[in-house]
């Protein structure tokens, strides 16, 4: 069974930064998503196992970063100068490498980001 654990989100001021962490049980191509309230789930970013390709969202570039640890099935996203409406639930997945969330088979169990202005 696979198994996502997330973590590092926090409470943070505008501007500052995060590291989130999802450790896989395995390895397997993942994406980055985020959900406000009362909003749709958003894709983020995400990295490709074969070959270790990735891309982000249009609206995150040149603020997140997503990357891996091979060694540790841990995949993480950076995320620098941070804005109130970052603010979200910020979920991993596993099993593709799309912007769409119904590709995904697996998922975590979200971890809060909130940012105050």
């Known amino acids: ?23 896989a049980s395995g390895r397997y191509s993942m994406g980055w998503f985020r959900q406000a309230p009362g909003k749709e789930r958003e894709f983020v970013a995400a990295n490709r196992w074969s070959g270790g390709s990735t891309y982000s969202a249009d609206s995150v570039k040149g603020r997140f970063t997503i990357s891996r640890d091979n060694a540790k099935n841990t995949v993480y996203l950076q995320i620098n100068s941070l804005k109130p409406e970052d603010t979200a639930v910020y979920y991993c997945a596993a099993g593709a490498w799309t912007m769409t969330p119904d590709d995904y088979p697996y998922w975590g169990q979200g971890t809060q980001v909130t940012v105050s202005s």
Do not use: K, P, T, Y
Request: aromatic content about 0%.
């Open 1 to 23: 069974q696979v198994q996502l654990v997330e973590s590092g989100g926090g409470l943070v001021q505008a501007g500052g930064s995060l590291r989130l962490s999802c450790a």
